[in-house]
């Protein structure tokens, strides 16, 4: 347990996804005044030298956000997020990466709040160093399933929570599945933000009606492949399940996720998908 280290992936295509999508949440978040909490229950190191040896030996960052960094095309969507990745390379060379917590604290206003927990102690560490005196920003050694336990709903009863599991244990899709159920029955307007690797179709039907008879409503399912195959063992594609997403989030994130499958495409068969997996 606890060998995965998101540093060999930082950069990848999975996190160009993810984070452009979680960019989008929190500035949805931040067009209402009322203050907000964000709750990344598996929170990584937060910012990723992309120098690091462990970076370097995979270096997947060129098929991710190397891919971006100097393209010309980006669609107006995606700006948002690069200008928090080039925020934390003001030279104009691509060298660090951040991660969903630094995503968050680009957002964060004088009311708004961060939860950030992290299993690895080591990584935790880390993470905590890079927040050091935030005292908007509360880092917790914990397991990111008790985390939901502990901290739903939260006091400001507005927010988002991105759970983004490294898939290290055997039966991790019914963990989330579980943990979504239980996290929605304490909190059912609550945003939440569930990122997970594309399998076989068969976890992958399975996983799709647990959400379904889970009793949680309003999945929109968000999907991104960049190969057909899954040559060598390499990641195919991912995916975010968002449950109770802004207005129209849909409409908007479609057009994004289809240049992104062109953008990172790593062989043929890359697409995307949005459709609702539960509907209100
Ligand atoms: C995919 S990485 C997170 C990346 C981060 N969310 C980001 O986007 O920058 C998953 C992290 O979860 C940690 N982890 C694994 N199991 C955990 C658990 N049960 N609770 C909390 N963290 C866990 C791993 O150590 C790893 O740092």
Redesign the pocket.
Known sequence: ??A???RF??GNFA?VF??SL?TQLLAALCAKVKPWCYI???????L?DLKHAWTQKMREYEGGIGRLWHARDVPEALEPYLRIVRAENPGGRLRYYP???I?ARRHVRAADRLVL????RV?CAELAAVFAHDRRVAVQH????H?LKAYLPPAERRGLV?I???F??AREFARLTRALKDAFGRWPTGMYAI?YPLMEPAPMRDFYADVQRSGTRKVLRLELTVRGDRAEGALAGCGMLIVNPPWRFEAAAAPMLEWLAGALAAGTGAGSRVDWLVPE
């Open positions: 347990m606890l995965y280290r998101h992936h930082a996190d993810k984070h979680l990344d229950t598996h929170a990584g190191i937060g990723y991660g969903s917590p995503v927990t992290e299993l690895n990584d914990m397991d990111g399933y985390t991105l983004d599991s490294s290290d244990r990122w």
